[in-house]
């Protein structure tokens, strides 16, 4: 286990652990990501994490060469 730097959307930056469900360290950061059905299939979750668009729920904190990750919402905050 290996921590690793995020800056969310917000603007904030906080320590994760890498191999962490995205959707638990969101909202122990207080970052809160849209959720559906919480099984991959609706993309509600979809966040951009160094570019790359993932789906929240079905996926962890990765690591990373830079030792640093950030993450945006993939899709316009509506709601
Ligand atoms: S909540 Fe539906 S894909 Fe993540």
Redesign the pocket.
Known sequence: MSTISVRWPDGRVTTETTGSDWLLSANQAGVSI?????????????IEVNGTVV????STVPASKSGQLTVEFATDPHW
Request: include cysteine.
């Open positions: 849209p959720t559906g059905c919480l099984g991959g299939s609706c993309g509600a979750c979809e789906r929240a729920c079905i």
